[in-house]
């Protein structure tokens, strides 16, 4: 099929595609922030040239908007409905939001946030709102599994800030090297510590794992590799 003008316009503002290669640089921007970025460093991380990458996006300022709504949408809002009521419910909430925690400690460091804050407050802010949004809608998740029977009475909110307190070590590599821990090992091991101290002993019995070897690995490899 030829490719005409209007066809080669609409990819470029299909956010979608877009957003594939803004994704690109969630790897690099994590560990050294954007200010040193060039939009031909830029360009590079895309793959693209840089006159194809004017054509997606016309300005530097219009990449780190891009990026920072990819970072509210796919890694803080993956989860907006945490489902309750149920064994498979809270398990299936429990394994999301692990993952997610992981996540957000991951691509949110300080390198990029504290790039955003300097640069541009406003995306950060936006970022602050969204993260804290979540965290609420996660603690009235916990709230509502001790409630209906399923979890360990505690302090919800504590709960989640040790997760983020957790992940942020073990996402350090002198602190797994100082350990002597893998990042693979330290993720089961927390996943198992943090699924006892959770359920109640009846329930936790029949949380079926199977499947989560594989899920830990994709989540290693995406903290390691940048796969998105």
């Known amino acids: 099929m030829e490719t005409t003008n209007d066809t080669q316009s609409c990819r470029y503002t299909d956010e979608t595609i877009k957003n594939k290669y803004v994704a690109?640089?969630?790897?690099?921007?994590?560990?050294?922030?954007?200010?040193?970025?060039?939009?031909?460093d830029i360009a590079k991380t895309m793959d693209l040239s840089k006159a194809t990458l004017y054509k997606y996006f016309p300005s530097r300022d219009e990449i780190i908007d891009h990026l920072s709504q990819l970072f509210i949408r796919y890694i803080v809002g993956s989860e907006n409905q945490l489902?309750?009521?149920?064994?498979?419910?809270?398990?299936k909430g429990f394994k999301s939001s692990f993952a997610q925690t992981l996540?957000?400690?991951n691509y949110g460091t300080e390198a990029f946030f504290g790039d955003l804050r300097e640069v541009y407050p406003q995306l950060m802010a936006?970022?602050?709102?969204?993260?804290?949004?979540r965290n609420d809608r996660l603690r009235q998740f916990c709230e509502r599994g001790m409630a209906e029977g399923f979890f360990h009475e505690a302090n919800a909110t504590l709960l989640i800030v040790q997760d983020e307190l957790m992940f942020r070590h073990l996402l350090d590599p002198h602190y797994l090297m100082r350990h002597?821990?893998?990042?693979?090992?330290?993720?089961?091991?927390y996943y198992a510590i943090k699924k006892r101290q959770l359920f109640k002993p009846a329930v936790y019995e029949q949380v079926d794992d199977s499947g989560m070897a594989e899920r830990f690995e994709q989540l290693v490899r995406k903290v390691t590799y940048g796969v998105y």
Do not use: C, W
């Open 126 to 133: 936006a970022i602050d709102v969204a993260v804290s949004e």
């Open 24 to 40: 690109k640089l969630l790897h690099p921007v994590k560990t050294n922030g954007f200010q040193s970025l060039r939009m031909d």
């Open 103 to 105: 996540l957000i400690a």
């Open 180 to 189: 002597n821990l893998t990042l693979r090992g330290a993720v089961a091991d």
């Open 83 to 91: 489902e309750s009521g149920s064994l498979d419910a809270y398990v």
